[in-house]
């Protein structure tokens, strides 16, 4: 199977297709396994890979989760376009998984062409965090079958893992990115549902981060869920593919 070698830590990633570098970030508590259909759809113009976070999936677990998991997830990003011998690579990521292609955005400017940051947020509230951690103490049958497809049998270990993360990212105020936002350069698109059940304000805090980011675009819908990405795929793609299109147009080449 493809790993990274990171740390000691091995970190699994996904690959299909073939062409510029797209790497794709998942949520929390989801795992590359969960991105099959963008993978798919991707991958006709890009070469994709899916990228199993630390201590996810079927890259190593970790018993505690650092502080710095979501900045380590760019890392990871750094080093795989490393590792495949590029430059440069486009970003993608839903829920946790936006925040981490946003991370990379800021740490790597000169490595990122662009991003896309579906379903996320730069803050949440302590009681926004509660109601979340609340959910999983009797977790639906559907989604202890979601942990099990992203995880495997020891899934529970993983988002007791995330859950302490979480818990200690309230206590220090729960804001991923302070003032770092201003600091992107590149072309951001940033997607939604305004139905988002799991993030309410969303609509507020996706424009409140595009005033931050000169090159940002925002796609908000009032259909779909938590993540746009997965409950309104179409629209999703289609916002993805004209974003890509307008960045590779004004680069002076041929994307679709």
């Known amino acids: 199977m493809p790993f990274l ?3 000691n ?10 062409g510029p570098l797209l790497i794709i970030f998942p949520g929390n508590t989801a795992s590359s396994v969960c991105y099959t259909r963008e993978m798919n759809h991707f991958s006709q113009y890009f070469h994709t890979i899916a990228l199993d976070l630390p201590g996810t999936g079927k890259s190593d677990r970790m018993e505690t989760w650092p502080d710095t998991w979501w900045e380590d997830g760019a890392h ?17 990521g839903s829920s946790g998984g936006g925040i981490c292609a946003l991370m990379t955005a ?3 400017p000169d490595l990122v062409i662009a991003a896309v940051a579906d379903s996320c947020v730069p803050k949440q509230s302590p009681e926004q965090i509660r109601n979340i951690l609340m ?21 529970q270990q993983v988002i007791r893992a995330d859950s302490d993360l979480l818990r200690r990212f309230s206590d220090r105020g729960g804001d991923w990115f302070s003032k770092g936002l201003s600091e992107i350069c590149c072309p951001v698109l940033f997607t939604a549902s305004l139905g988002d ?7 507020t805090q996706v424009f409140d981060m595009s005033r931050q980011i000169r090159r940002s675009h925002i796609f ?8 746009l990405m997965w409950t309104c795929p179409e629209d999703f793609r289609c916002a993805c593919n004209s974003f890509f299109e307008s960045v590779w147009v004004s680069a002076g080449a041929v994307l679709f």
């Open 197 to 203: 059940s799991l993030l309410p304000d969303i609509g």
């Open 220 to 227: 908000l819908i009032r259909e779909g869920d938590h993540p």
């Open 135 to 155: 959910d999983r103490e009797e977790p639906s049958d559907a989604l202890i079958s979601f942990w099990k497809y992203a995880h495997g049998p020891d899934w």
């Open 106 to 108: 800021i740490l790597y």
């Open 5 to 7: 070698y990171r740390r």
């Open 9 to 18: 830590h091995r970190l699994y990633y996904r690959e299909q297709g073939e």
């Open 76 to 92: 990871a990003a750094a080093e795989l376009v490393e590792h495949f011998g590029e430059q440069t690579c486009f970003v993608m």
